[in-house]
């Protein structure tokens, strides 16, 4: 019976320490999305051609893989 109990109050322990964890990580959690800017990402303007060779390398990457 004092096994049990010990092993109860470790589960315990742990199920707290993860909870804990958890709540502070939440707390430290700040987003602010009034300022959005997208840095790293240099944006193509996009055209039809573009889109279609976009979907003919892609096809023609698949038809040979499968050879």
């Known amino acids: 019976m ?3 109990v010990a092993i109860g109050i470790v589960i315990l ?3 707290l320490i993860m909870i804990g964890l958890f709540v502070y990580s939440y707390t430290q959690l700040s987003v ?3 300022d959005v800017r997208f840095h790293s990402i240099d944006w193509a303007p996009l055209s ?3 889109l279609l060779n976009l979907g003919l ?3 023609w ?3 040979w893989c499968c050879i």
Do not use: P
């Open 2 to 4: 004092g096994k049990l």
């Open 13 to 15: 322990v742990i199920f």
């Open 32 to 34: 602010n999305l009034h």
């Open 48 to 50: 039809w051609n573009k």
């Open 57 to 59: 390398n892609s096809y």
């Open 61 to 63: 990457e698949l038809v």
